[in-house]
């Protein structure tokens, strides 16, 4: 297993789980890579250096403004802006933005560099470093599991993550301090519904969760919608 090189003062000691998914897993069209995140890892730097990670199971892709079919509810359809200029870059990295100014979410950019697109992270199931997260989030260490990441500013509260400190980072480095995973988490059934939380670009089915997981933030629905069995969950 690798070992997430020294950042700043701090010296991670930790071994990290799986294999760091490369680039070209993320130089796709965001419909196409955000089913394939689920089972995957989102491992952070916690604090002191100890590895904190969850298994991605539940995402939305968000399409660029390239594409035929408009997708309103993606910051970057009209272009791009300071806010939303990781998204133009490279694909595999973290963008981060606040809602009511209080809260994050976070995202991985998609697409080849200039067109745009991501995927936005809705929920984890915890994996490592489970206290810290629950701390974070300032629940005991004996709340409910799925309170601690279940919903995309819970998420980001409970890895820590803020625009500040992880907007543009790349997630297919070795030397950052958050990165994606791939642990050999095993092909399972997925469903697929429309976007929640939005009031634009409702109907465009780009939600995606593992059926029947209990870490999926927003089950209203999601037994009645369609299904697929996931690709393998290697990375391609």
Same mark, same amino acid.
């Given at each position: 297993?690798?070992?997430?090189?020294?950042i700043?003062?701090?010296?991670?000691?930790?071994?990290?789980?799986?294999?760091l998914?490369?680039? @070209?897993?993320?130089?796709?069209?965001?419909?196409?890579?955000?089913?394939? #995140? !689920?089972?995957?890892?989102?491992?952070?730097?916690?604090?002191?250096?100890?590895?904190?990670?969850? $298994?991605? /199971? *539940? /995402?939305?892709?968000?399409?660029?403004? &390239?594409? *035929?079919?408009?997708?309103?509810?993606a910051?970057?359809?009209?272009?791009?802006?300071?806010?939303? $200029?990781?998204?133009?870059?490279?694909?595999?990295?973290? +963008?981060? +933005?606040?809602? +009511?100014?209080?809260?994050?979410?976070?995202?991985?950019?998609? *697409?080849?560099?200039?067109?745009?697109?991501?995927?936005?992270?809705?929920?984890?199931?915890?994996?490592?470093?489970?206290?810290?997260?629950?701390?974070?989030?300032?629940?005991?260490?004996?709340?409910?599991? @799925?309170?601690i990441?279940?919903g995309?500013?819970?998420?980001?509260?409970?890895?820590?993550?803020?625009? #500040? !400190? &992880?907007?543009? !980072?790349? /997630?297919?480095?070795?030397? %950052?301090? !958050?990165?994606? $995973?791939?642990?050999?988490?095993?092909?399972?059934?997925?469903?697929?519904?429309?976007?929640?939380?939005?009031?634009?670009?409702?109907d465009?089915?780009?939600?995606?969760?593992?059926?029947?997981?209990?870490?999926?933030s927003?089950?209203?629905?999601? *037994?009645?919608?369609?299904? @697929?069995c996931?690709?393998? %969950?290697?990375?391609?």
């Amino acid at each position: 297993m690798e070992k997430i090189a020294q950042i700043g003062v701090k010296n991670v000691a930790n071994e990290l789980p799986g294999r760091l998914i490369p680039r @070209k897993f993320f130089a796709k069209p965001p419909q196409f890579v955000a089913p394939r #995140l !689920l089972g995957k890892l989102l491992v952070a730097e916690g604090e002191g250096g100890r590895v904190l990670a969850g $298994r991605i /199971v *539940e /995402v939305e892709a968000y399409l660029g403004p &390239h594409n *035929e079919q408009p997708d309103p509810a993606a910051h970057a359809h009209r272009g791009p802006t300071p806010r939303n $200029r990781v998204l133009f870059g490279p694909a595999g990295h973290a +963008y981060l +933005y606040s809602i +009511y100014g209080l809260y994050y979410c976070m995202n991985v950019s998609c *697409e080849q560099e200039g067109l745009a697109g991501c995927v936005l992270l809705r929920a984890l199931e915890p994996v490592m470093g489970i206290a810290e997260m629950a701390r974070n989030r300032g629940l005991s260490e004996n709340a409910p599991l @799925k309170m601690i990441a279940s919903g995309p500013s819970r998420l980001c509260l409970a890895l820590g993550l803020t625009r #500040l !400190l &992880h907007n543009g !980072l790349d /997630v297919t480095s070795g030397t %950052s301090p !958050l990165q994606v $995973r791939d642990d050999g988490f095993p092909e399972a059934e997925i469903v697929i519904t429309p976007r929640i939380g939005i009031t634009r670009g409702v109907d465009l089915p780009l939600r995606f969760a593992l059926r029947g997981h209990a870490h999926v933030s927003g089950p209203k629905g999601l *037994e009645a919608a369609s299904t @697929k069995c996931r690709r393998k %969950s290697s990375v391609e």
